[in-house]
């Protein structure tokens, strides 16, 4: 949803990707963070294999990679298209179009009702087709991708309702349309939903749920002084409605009125302890060079959510930002011990070091972020830092540092 600012988006800047199982614990999204970090380096090994026509041993990679991301329950698609076009290029034809079914299938899972996901994994399974001499079946392929985009830009076209309508049926009808609307929304169709929503409150007027997912609905398109308005009323119709008041919250950002964010935030987080408001609210006080106030603010999200991340991350940021590195360092090192696998937050708090002028601690942060994620340049160049201060500019390790950062 388009709703938070990019300052306000870094609050999550460390957080769990939205691909990521969204009921995983903390502990185990965290796990997941690096795991995602060793496919990547093993699907790379895997490519390289491919290359050289080392086709077994890349064939294993790619599989386990599969496999752990089928038990977490992770979408699969990519690693099915991956596999396809790997079997192809070994000229196991019958195994490639298992996969490019297989992806299918995934994708037709994951989609609801947005068909327009479709077009890829039918245009991937077409050309392989037509790389194999299947010229007819890939035809049939692309004229279903060519149907399926027409149809997506075709008005949408609501069913006729039914005359002298009882006001029960209004209502009725109106919560249908309602969760027809929250459907299309959830499935990134926010131009289909609105017609669904408008509708909803012709028939019902009070249906605040249609106003907040009409509201939705423009702020996707960046329209936020319409979607404030909508806000208005379903927060009007229900003056409980704490998601409402996170949403005019961030839309409040977005046309720079900050003091009824700050409101809202608050708001959403006294009625249902949002910490994502509270967050956005902490977040902007940052920004906004308030950092006592942020630092305020992100421990009272730690008091309802230690086990998150973030609030840490973003506390220590904000602690950086005071100038009081013991504080920071304190907060990164809660994460550096619970999470003794991830190299980001030994690159946080290798920094903090570095600010500090604590310098054979920094060093051994970053030693341990190279020692995590050998592949990443960006623990070399912070590294040859440390030993500038400690060594020189031009010393041989610093050299050899940023030579392996390039």
């Known amino acids: ?10 609050s999550l800047c460390l957080s769990i990707s939205a691909a990521f199982a969204a009921d995983l614990t903390p502990a185990q999204q965290e796990d997941l963070k690096i795991k995602s970090g060793e496919w990547m380096v093993e699907s790379q090994k895997a490519d390289q294999l491919n290359k050289q026509h080392k086709f077994a041993e890349a064939e294993a990679i790619y599989k386990k990679i599969l496999d752990e991301r089928k038990e977490l329950g992770l979408d699969l698609s990519a690693q099915q298209n991956r596999l396809a076009w790997f079997y192809a290029n070994w000229g196991k034809n019958d195994l490639a179009e298992q996969y490019f079914n297989d992806q299918f299938a995934s994708v037709e899972k994951s989609a609801l009702l947005d068909q327009m996901q479709y077009c890829y994994p039918l245009e991937e399974h077409a050309k392989f087709l037509e790389k ?25 076209k609501l069913p006729p309702l039914a005359k002298n309508l009882t006001t029960e049926q209004k209502i009725e009808e109106a919560t249908k349309c309602t969760e027809m609307g929250k ?67 961030h839309a409040y950002v977005a046309i720079k009125q900050y003091a009824k964010a700050y409101a809202d ?28 106030e942020a630092v305020a603010d992100y421990t009272r999200v730690i008091a309802v959510e230690p086990d998150k991340s973030w609030p840490y991350v973003q506390r220590g940021i904000a602690y950086e930002s005071m100038k009081d590195y013991a504080k920071a360092i304190a907060d990164y090192t809660v994460l550096c011990d619970r999470y003794p696998k991830n190299y980001e937050y030994f690159e946080l708090r290798g920094a903090a070091y570095m600010k500090a002028n604590q310098l054979d601690k920094s060093l051994a942060d ?13 623990g070399y160049k912070q590294r040859a830092g440390v030993y500038q201060k400690l060594d020189g500019k031009q010393s041989p390790r610093v050299m050899a540092d940023l030579k392996k950062a390039k």
């Open 183 to 249: 459907k299309l929304v959830d499935s990134e169709l926010q131009l289909k939903a609105v017609p669904w929503l408008n509708r909803a409150i012709l028939l019902n007027p009070k249906d605040a749920t249609a106003y907040f997912w009409l509201s939705r609905c423009d702020a996707w398109v960046n329209n936020f002084e319409k979607a404030v308005v909508e806000l208005n009323a379903a927060i009007k119709l229900k003056p409980d409605y704490a998601e409402a008041y996170g949403d005019r919250g």
């Open 366 to 378: 970053y030693n341990k972020v190279i020692s995590l994620n050998p592949t990443y340049t960006g």
């Open 132 to 156: 194999i001499g299947k010229k007819d079946e890939a035809k049939k392929l692309r004229a279903r991708v060519a149907a399926i985009r027409l149809a997506d830009k075709a008005p949408v």
């Open 265 to 292: 935030f608050e708001k959403a987080f006294q009625l249902s302890k949002d910490t994502d408001a509270m967050g956005s609210k902490a977040k902007l006080e940052d920004t906004s060079g308030k950092h006592k």
């Open 1 to 10: 949803m388009k709703l938070i600012s990019a300052a306000l988006s870094l």
